[in-house]
């Protein structure tokens, strides 16, 4: 277990500079920028910073508490990655295997080459078939559906509506209605967007990952992360739902509104997530709380081990977080996105400190939620480091980045 709260001073960090932290956050509260939010840092296994600030339910009056439970959207996709990899580990497939080995229907999946005038859509075959190392690293071809100007993104919206999987105002997958077994074969009638391998773009390659984990594991998903992450890692309140129990704990996520301020999306008492959910998404489903988040990034930092328990091999770990793709395939979305990075098998590292435009160590991993939520890793300096409002679909919201620069000023060794 990572130990309690410290004395910042014994693993070089300043007490002083720390307590710059809650004055940043508490304005983004005040302007109505966010609700609430935790923020925390770990340095050398040891928590040194843990604080909330704002509300976890304004409608409710509720502060925002430690063990709050946030919706972490793609947070989720490293503890799927993750999954993967266990299974990689133990032979039960190879990273250029194809996708089809284990769901046929992907074999003759199409790929989009143009769209007419028309409307009609000019399809080829895939040059080379859609890979595991492919889904680990969103170079599969697939996509999400949120570009309405994209042909096949409307493909996506339509297969979402037909299955009833769209939730708030349309704009996020339902977490429960259909499930992986339902929605799979249909998406391997949709087209790729890119020929597999040639292009890095951010889609549903890792729900589709899940589902493979979930195929070779021969064990319902949700039933493989409890067991071989989550027990292990004592990770008690990450989950696909929220029991009864714990709705009290869950904060309310909120977004923009319309003449500024901010307007309640999903409150825990009627929230979708108080059911147990059949579409348990490997690329956006959990929940967790923020220690939850912290020992299994502590295991990722700690190269594969937490608590005694091994979940990857080191030499495993430093392949998932090292830069697999080539600026050919990162440009121009990721590129663009994440400039001075590069994307390892599920989380994005920085190759490049100053290309990156933040403060921050060669080597630093992450990856972030659609609520807002982020967490980083960074093996130099022995840090751990997360942040979680839930704020959907901000891009205004910047917390993250000012966290980030809140966290490396102060280190004093």
């Known amino acids: 277990m990572l130990k309690q709260q410290v004395v910042p001073e014994n693993v070089g960090l300043s007490t002083e500079r720390l307590q710059r932290i809650r004055p940043v956050m508490q304005a983004c509260v005040d302007q109505q920028q966010c609700a609430g939010v935790l923020t925390l840092i770990a340095r050398r296994g040891q928590i040194v910073h843990l604080d909330c600030v704002g509300m976890m339910e304004i409608e409710a009056n509720k502060a925002m508490q430690p063990n709050a439970i946030f919706r972490i959207y793609s947070m989720s996709k490293p503890i799927t990655s993750v999954a993967a990899l266990m299974l990689y580990e133990e032979g039960r497939f190879r990273l250029h295997d194809p996708v089809s080995k284990f769901l046929p229907p992907f074999k003759n999946t199409k790929v989009l080459v143009k769209a007419t005038e028309s409307g009609r859509l000019m399809l080829e075959?895939?040059?080379r078939e859609m890979t595991m190392f492919d889904l680990l690293t969103h170079t599969s071809g697939l996509s999400y559906g949120f570009d309405p100007l994209c042909p096949i993104d409307k493909l996506y919206r339509k297969m979402y509506k037909e299955l009833n999987i769209l939730d708030h105002e349309?704009?996020?997958?339902h977490p429960y209605g259909v499930s992986l077994t339902d929605i799979m074969p249909e998406l391997a009638k949709i087209p790729l967007r890119y020929q597999p391998g040639t292009r890095w773009h951010y889609?549903?390659?890792?729900?589709l990952l899940g589902y493979v984990v979930q195929v070779i594991a021969d064990m319902?998903?949700?039933?493989f992360l409890q067991q071989r992450i989550f027990t292990p890692l004592n990770?008690?309140?990450?989950?696909f739902y929220v029991p009864a129990e714990k709705v009290d704990r869950f904060a309310a996520m909120y977004g923009p509104a319309e003449q500024g301020g901010l307007r309640p999306i999903d409150a825990p008492a009627t929230s979708p997530y108080l059911q147990t959910q059949s579409f348990r998404s490997g690329g956006g489903g959990l929940v967790a709380t923020a220690h939850d988040y912290l020992q299994f990034a502590q295991m990722l930092f700690n190269q594969g081990e937490f608590n005694g328990v091994r979940l990857l091999s080191r030499k495993t770990v430093e392949f998932m977080t090292m830069n697999h793709l080539s600026e050919n395939v990162l440009q121009p979305e990721f590129e663009a996105k994440y400039p001075g990075?590069?994307?390892g098998l599920g989380v994005r590292m920085v190759s490049n400190v100053a290309q990156a435009?933040?403060?921050g160590s060669e080597g630093m991993f992450n990856w972030g939620g659609a609520a807002g939520t982020d967490f980083w890793v960074d093996p130099k300096e022995e840090l751990i480091a997360i942040i979680m409002p839930q704020q959907l679909w901000d891009p205004s919201l910047k917390i993250s980045l000012d966290f980030r620069v809140l966290t490396y000023q102060a280190i004093i060794d």
């Open 125 to 127: 075959d895939q040059e």
């Open 170 to 173: 349309d704009r996020l997958i």
């Open 203 to 207: 889609g549903l390659s890792t729900d």
């Open 220 to 223: 319902p998903f949700d039933e």
């Open 235 to 239: 990770m008690q309140d990450t989950g």
């Open 341 to 343: 990075y590069g994307f």
């Open 357 to 359: 435009g933040h403060v």
